[in-house]
């Protein structure tokens, strides 16, 4: 199994920075897509940006010129660089590996952008 554990979030004025990691151990070997995740409350959890094995990405619209995903170089670490945060980029955000034809989710980390 794999265990993700997150870190990063917090709270930013609009306009600021954050950077989200997501560390995974355990039975590591095999990890394959990875992802960033987020929810508000009476949402649905939706896809921020995600990145392969290969290292092709892939941003939803709202991420678009303002996210960086990137990954660890043994696989085992994925990041999300968050750049000219909006109110509306508040939320949980999950970390989400794939492994095997399986998912593992982190914990969530709160973001709280005010304006």
């Known amino acids: 199994q794999v265990q993700l554990v997150e870190s990063g979030g917090g709270l930013v004025q609009a306009g600021g920075s954050l950077r989200l990691s997501c560390t995974a151990s355990?039975?590591?070997?095999?990890?394959?897509?990875m992802g960033w995740y987020r929810q508000t409350p009476g949402k649905q959890r939706e896809l921020v940006a995600a990145?392969?094995?290969?290292?092709?990405?892939n941003y939803a619209d709202s991420a678009k010129g303002r996210f960086t995903i990137s990954r660890g170089s043994r696989n085992n670490a994925v990041y999300l660089q968050m750049n000219s945060l909006k109110p509306e980029d508040t939320a949980v955000y999950y970390c989400?590996?794939?492994?095997?034809?399986?998912?593992?989710w982190g914990q969530g980390t709160q973001v709280t952008v005010s304006s």
């Open positions: 989400n590996v794939q492994r095997f034809g399986r998912a593992t």
């Open positions: 355990g039975s590591t070997f095999g990890i394959g897509d």
């Open positions: 990145i392969t094995s290969e290292g092709f990405t």
